[in-house]
């Protein structure tokens, strides 16, 4: 084990706190504490984590200046960190809108604000903090506002008091849901990369699809989706698997921004894919107050057509532009699968462990450890202690960059909740529909994609259920449909133009034009793009019904979809024409969008079918006589 710079060494502050981070969590899984003291303590350790890994960068700072304003970043939040131990008696036994606000908590409050303002900017940028700032304006001089937008302001003390002294605001459902879920997940996803679990999901892709045409691109796919539904973030699955996947596909022909473009889709629908999903899906569960499985359950069948979709998009289009497929060398270069097949062991170990009814975080660490286990039930994969140190770093690195951006979230849902926002904003929504289900829904669609432009998906997702799941509530609509109707379009808005963050980060890896990569990104999400709209009319397709029901559901929407991504492609045995283009996605969407068996669905299946069908039999027959006429 070398310690070749500050950074990598285990002696260094950073290194030593994410260990500590990783030790905290485990002794309250073991030892559960009040919320008052796991959520502050929690938060405290993703501040100080996130203002060493990302120090202060501003050129126009000296690097004295930047020293130390980081300094006073660390000091202020280890003063934070004290306020919440040494005050948590009172806390946790005052009573809210009747105990007094004292100096100190203000004091503590507005510190703890500032501090997360400032971490949510360098872990996501200036646009979530723009989103905050506009929050908070509004608490303060809401009055100012016309309409169904006013109402009376919060006062200083109001304010801190529902945002920082409680467990609701930046202590609320966000932070809980960090503490208890995602930091385990997390670790997890940097534990299994590290002992070679990434690695083998790529070489095992490219085993499977490489021959195949348009192979390259199948296998970052294939890989992107089974790595992205560990790693829970799009922009982590494309930096880890892109790197590789990206120069994979344009070795065999596909074009820069394409092939970024395809890895930015397909690491973003592994926030859709069970058994782990993304982070808003843990949310999505404390929200519901359903166990974590049941949305695990309910996101299966969307996501399995997801990506057949997707997979069938890349391969008539391969076949359409002529990419060739890799060769039996190329394939055969890629290190031998059987001998490290046992490295999925913990990926299985943590399925295993939620179907046996073990908590999400329980199971979550069984596999963390297992990980550094499984690899020495065989010599070859044997792993040093240079791979446990790797994951020491990057499990508390990554949790902390999702912690303080989601707890900053808490902002938003204490002021939209305390100040009925969210309930003016359902009913605005509705009045502004006139009733219609299908206005309502695209309304609440379009503002998804909107917020979800430059923020995380978690982020986007939390402020889109605060806003729009009311409304869609009210029109009628079951709430795990609601929900997932969001969460799925908050998901697509990483691939949106014209700020989409899972796209610029492949177009940055690919070394790819950026609106190109994003907009060939964009051009493949549209297979999955309407599928939200079946949740509202076919609740099958998430796992709610008969057997029959859900069987039948899943059929269709495989199909549906199918019929879709044939009309994206043009291409079904040759090119279509914009006329059998038109039919087909027509007849697609339809099927899509409508309940499995209804008339609807039936003639947009039967229409679609028979189109695709016929231009695929008049190819075949056409290509005989071009062979003919040939020789």
Not at 496 to 516: E, H, Q
Request: aromatic letters at 10%; charged letters at 10%.
């Amino acid at each position: 084990m070398t310690a070749a710079s500050p950074d990598k060494s285990v002696l260094s502050p950073k290194f030593l706190l994410g260990v500590g981070f990783v030790l905290f969590q485990v002794w309250i899984l073991l030892n559960p504490q009040q919320p008052l003291f796991e959520r502050p303590v929690h938060l405290v350790f993703a501040l100080l984590l996130l203002f060493l890994y990302q120090p202060l960068s501003s050129e126009s700072l000296s690097r004295p200046v930047r020293i130390a304003i980081d300094a006073a970043m660390i000091v202020a939040t280890l003063g934070v960190g004290a306020y919440y131990l040494l005050e948590f008696d009172r806390l946790t036994t005052r009573m809210e809108n009747v105990s007094p606000v004292f100096d100190l908590d203000i004091w503590a409050g507005v510190v703890l604000v500032a501090l997360l303002l400032e971490g949510a900017r360098r872990a996501v940028g200036w646009i979530l903090v723009g989103v905050l700032a506009v929050f908070i304006a509004y608490a303060f001089w809401g009055n100012l506002l016309p309409g169904w937008l006013s109402f009376r302001g919060f006062g200083l003390d109001a304010a801190i008091e529902i945002s920082t002294m409680t467990t609701a605001g930046v202590l609320g459902i966000t932070t809980s849901t960090s503490v208890s879920f995602i930091f385990y997940f997390i670790m997890f996803g940097a534990f299994y990369s590290a002992a070679g679990g990434g690695q083998l999901f790529i070489d095992l892709a490219v085993r499977v699809a490489g021959r195949a045409t348009g192979g390259t691109a199948k296998a970052a796919v294939i890989s992107s989706s089974l790595m992205g539904s560990i790693s829970g973030s799009a922009v982590a699955n494309v930096v880890s698997t892109g790197v590789l996947t990206i120069p994979l596909m344009k070795r065999t022909g596909v074009p820069s921004h394409r092939a970024a473009g395809i890895e930015a889709i397909a690491s973003t629908g592994g926030q859709l894919m069970p058994p782990i999903m993304g982070v808003a899906a843990f949310i999505m569960a404390e929200m519901l107050n359903v166990p974590y499985a049941r949305i695990a359950l309910a996101g299966l069948i969307p996501a399995v057509a997801f990506y057949l979709a997707l997979l069938l998009v890349v391969d008539l289009t391969a076949r359409r532009d002529g990419v060739r497929a890799m060769t039996a060398e190329e394939v055969a270069a890629v290190d031998p699968i059987l001998p490290r097949l046992h490295l999925l062991l913990p990926p299985l170990i943590l399925i295993g462990a939620l179907v046996s009814g073990y908590s999400a975080a329980y199971s979550a660490v069984i596999a963390s450890v297992s990980c550094f286990v499984m690899p020495f039930l065989r010599r070859n994969t044997w792993i040093g202690w240079s791979a446990l140190i790797d994951g020491l770093r990057e499990a508390p690195r990554q949790a902390a960059e999702v912690a303080v951006p989601i707890a900053s979230i808490g902002l938003v849902i204490a002021v939209a909740v305390q100040s009925n926002l969210a309930l003016k904003f359902a009913g605005s929504l509705v009045a502004l529909a006139e009733g219609s289900i299908f206005l309502s829904l695209a309304l609440a669609m379009v503002g998804c994609i909107i917020m979800g432009m430059g923020l995380p998906t978690v982020a986007a997702y939390i402020i889109g259920a605060v806003l729009f799941v009311p409304a869609i509530q009210n029109i009628g609509v079951d709430p795990l449909a609601a929900h997932f109707f969001i969460f799925y379009y908050c998901v697509l808005s990483m691939v949106t133009p014209p700020v989409a963050l899972a796209s610029f980060a492949a177009a940055a890896v690919g070394d790819a034009p950026v609106m190109k990569t994003s907009w060939s990104a964009f051009g493949l999400s549209l297979v999955a793009f309407f599928v939200p709209f079946s949740f509202i009319f076919d609740p099958a397709v998430l796992w709610q019904g008969t057997a029959i029901e859900i069987l039948l559901g899943a059929l269709a929407m495989l199909t549906s979809t199918a019929l879709w991504a044939i009309a994206f492609a043009g291409w079904c045995g040759r090119s279509l024409g914009w006329t059998a283009r038109a039919v087909i996605g027509a007849s697609g969407l339809v099927a899509v969008i409508a309940p499995a068996g209804s008339f609807a669905w039936t003639i947009g299946f039967v229409t679609g079918w028979a189109m695709a069908l016929a231009v695929f039999l008049a190819a075949r027959r056409r290509a005989p006589l071009t062979a003919k006429l040939a020789d």
